[in-house]
């Protein structure tokens, strides 16, 4: 007799979350998704994609959606000092020289994957407060009252993730010492700005990135400073531009010309976890965020979780009710090594940035043979490794 496929619960409407529900469907697989947020909204500023993540966006036939919305980078891309010497090329394709980095409003990767769900897929207005499992049945519990089953739940609700407690005991977050401002700037208000580019400048302590994003309509800057500031983790708490002028006086005129037409900036506290070791708990099983936040220093958050939805909808693939649980195994057992390194490798790339370095030298040569960590990262498809995953 052959066993129906598994229905999935996802709690979570953010990038892992929905990408993971279309991933899911595209295997035949039922799924519905449940977010807090009373609409799938405009939040956050840019987000950077890699070709690691974009075969996969390509694969569900979302390549020209984020082509239209994205903003392509290019050669011209480059790391700088403070001062405006150039240090080396951003590394923008993978070993085959396929160039799929775009620079992305969150909302508009948001939204791409989110038009691209029937609508009955979708519940916003369910913030999850609970959980409960058995034999035969996952259940979530919501604020507004309502309950739904699934045979699985994967819990795609962020780096404050609710679910995350049902799997692990809940761990601190460690605070990386710095903040950063970051906002979105009209092009048109910095017509000179080039739109085809990634560009950061690496001093001592801080480090300064500006990517275009929305087809080179608005340029996202990221400036990150050190703190000795107990924040909470938040996207949204309001920053005074003027502080952030201050604190990148004297470097290269070109980020004030940016910095100069800057009227609303936010701040964002930096922390990540350390690795979970576990991941999954019987039909439970944690994506994205929620089960890796990682620092921004390799643009990895969002693609990661991409990843991880890839990898989750090439295992159910395979199964059927009674085997998913087992399934999610598999899965887990796939991901963590991937992500563990890559949160390493955030880490890292960091204290790069921060020119923690006597020798300033050293430190430009590690940025320049870091190309190939990049080229390895970006190499990685997910996919052949899912399925051989699952057939063991
Ligand atoms: C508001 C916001 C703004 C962001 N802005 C940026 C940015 O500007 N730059 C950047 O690089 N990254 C940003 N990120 C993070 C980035 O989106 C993630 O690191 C990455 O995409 C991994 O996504 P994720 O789906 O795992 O988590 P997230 O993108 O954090 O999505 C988690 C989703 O779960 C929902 N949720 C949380 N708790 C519950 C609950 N109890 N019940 C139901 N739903 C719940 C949240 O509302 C959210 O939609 C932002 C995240 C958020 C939530």
Request: aromatic share 8%.
């Amino acid at each position: 007799m052959v066993l129906p496929r598994p229905h999935v619960a996802i709690v979570g409407g953010g990038i892992g979350g929905l990408f993971a529900a279309n991933a899911l469907i595209a295997q035949g697989i039922r799924v519905s998704v449940y977010e807090q947020a009373p609409q799938i909204g405009e939040i956050g500023a840019g987000v950077f994609l890699t070709p690691n993540s974009v075969r996969h966006l390509q694969r569900l036939g979302l390549e020209p959606a984020v082509q239209k919305w994205g903003a392509l980078v290019g050669r011209e891309s480059r790391y700088f000092r403070h001062d405006g010497a150039p240090i080396a090329p951003v590394q923008v394709t993978d070993s085959s020289g396929w160039n799929a980095t775009f620079g992305m409003h969150r909302a508009d990767l948001v939204d791409i994957l989110a038009d691209a769900l029937s609508k009955e897929v979708v519940h916003t207005g369910h913030r999850c407060t609970g959980f409960e499992q058995d034999g035969h049945v996952a259940r979530v519990s919501f604020a507004n009252g309502a309950t739904a089953e699934a045979d699985i739940v994967i819990a795609a609700d962020g780096i404050h993730s609710e679910l995350r407690r049902y799997v692990f005991p809940p761990s601190i977050p460690v605070a990386a010492g710095s903040v950063a401002y970051r906002g979105l700037v009209p092009h048109e208000r910095v017509p000179d700005w080039p739109t085809d580019r990634w560009q950061m400048w690496l001093g001592r302590g801080k480090h300064f990135l500006a990517f275009p994003v929305r087809a080179g309509k608005l340029i996202n800057y990221v400036g990150f400073v050190p703190t000795d500031e107990q924040m909470k983790e938040s996207w949204s708490a309001p920053g005074d531009p003027n502080v952030l002028r201050r604190e990148f006086a004297g470097w290269d005129a070109r980020i004030h010309q940016l910095l100069d037409k800057v009227e609303i900036t936010f701040r964002w506290a930096l922390y990540d976890r350390e690795p979970l070791p576990v991941w999954t708990k019987q039909r439970l099983s944690l994506l994205g965020d929620a089960a890796h936040p990682m620092l921004p220093h390799l643009g990895q958050g969002a693609n990661q979780s991409i990843e991880d939805g890839m990898a989750l909808a090439t295992i159910l693939a395979r199964v059927d009710r009674k085997t998913a649980p087992l399934a999610l195994h598999a899965y887990e057992r796939l991901r963590r090594e991937r992500v563990a390194q890559v949160q390493r490798g955030a880490r890292e790339n960091g204290m790069r940035y921060d020119s923690a370095y006597s020798d300033l030298g050293v430190r430009d040569a590690e940025i320049t043979a870091h190309a190939e960590f990049r080229k390895r990262l970006y190499d990685y498809d997910v996919v052949p490794e899912a399925t051989a995953a699952a057939l063991n």
